[in-house]
Nanobody, 117 residues
Framework: VQLQASGGGLVQAGGSLRLSCKAP???????????WGWYRQAPGKQRDMVAG???????SYGDSVKGRFTISRDNAKKTVSLQMNSLKTEDTAVYYC?????????WGEGTQVTVSS
């Protein structure tokens, strides 16, 4: 599955960014049957789950982003988004879009998010 992530950038602490992950070649029925997620990896650290939407629509968040980040999916646009508010310097990382479909994992290219103090 080809995933196209975008929306990263440089923002001051307290600001907002919106990341998008598009799957342009995925048919709509497959889009709904896919579990989606956003992960991030800071330098020298492991890649951690930030937010996810399961096939049945159940949403989950990492503890550090609860109340600040919102994940959503738009079937018509075949896009999964991550709205990030009240950003903190510790949110600085490369963010990756993830899809799991029939047990197969796909990753988008990372997009850098840098939060300055």
């Amino acid at each position: 599955v080809q995933l196209q992530a975008s929306g990263g950038g440089l923002v001051q602490a307290g600001g907002s960014l919106r990341l998008s992950c598009k799957a342009p070649r995925m048919i709509s029925s497959t889009f709904w049957a896919t579990a989606w997620g956003w992960y991030r990896q800071a330098p020298g650290k492991q890649r951690d789950m930030v937010a996810g939407i399961s096939r049945d629509g159940t949403i989950s968040y990492g503890d550090s982003v609860k109340g600040r980040f919102t994940i959503s999916r738009d079937n018509a646009k075949k896009t999964v988004s991550l709205q990030m508010n009240s950003l903190k310097t510790e949110d600085t990382a490369v963010y990756y879009c993830h899809a799991r479909q029939s047990g197969i994992d796909s990753w988008g290219e990372g997009t850098q998010v840098t939060v300055s103090s």
